[in-house]
């Protein structure tokens, strides 16, 4: 079943991120992630605060999920992350497909 990583972020610097934003693409799809929304134009429709940075990861299952969060190649990168933005960040499993 799949999985999807929600990740909402304030970028502090961004000239230090721009370095995560470059390297992090290939080690998520080596990890079989794919992007369904990276950065794109965001309004806040219900609820408060502003409307952040989004990005929206699907994989094939949760277990591949977690595997990329905690691989030996994401790790330097999730530090980078962490020191040039602030996040909240949930995975979601994803819903049985349809008839």
């Not at 929206?56 to 277990?63: G, N, P, R, W």
Request: hydrophobic share 45%; glycine share 10%; charged share 20%.
């Amino acid at each position: 079943m799949a999985a999807y990583l929600i990740a909402e972020l304030e970028v502090t610097n961004p000239a230090g991120f721009e370095e995560y934003r470059a390297l992090v693409p290939a080690v998520i799809a080596a990890y079989g992630g794919k992007y369904l929304a990276r950065g794109g134009a965001c309004e806040v429709l219900e609820g408060g605060g502003p409307a952040r940075r989004r990005v929206v990861l699907a994989f094939d299952s949760m277990q591949s999920l977690k595997t990329f969060w905690d691989s030996p190649e994401y790790l330097p990168l999730r530090a980078l992350r962490e020191r040039h933005s602030t996040a909240n960040i949930v995975a979601v499993e994803g819903v049985p497909p349809g008839p």
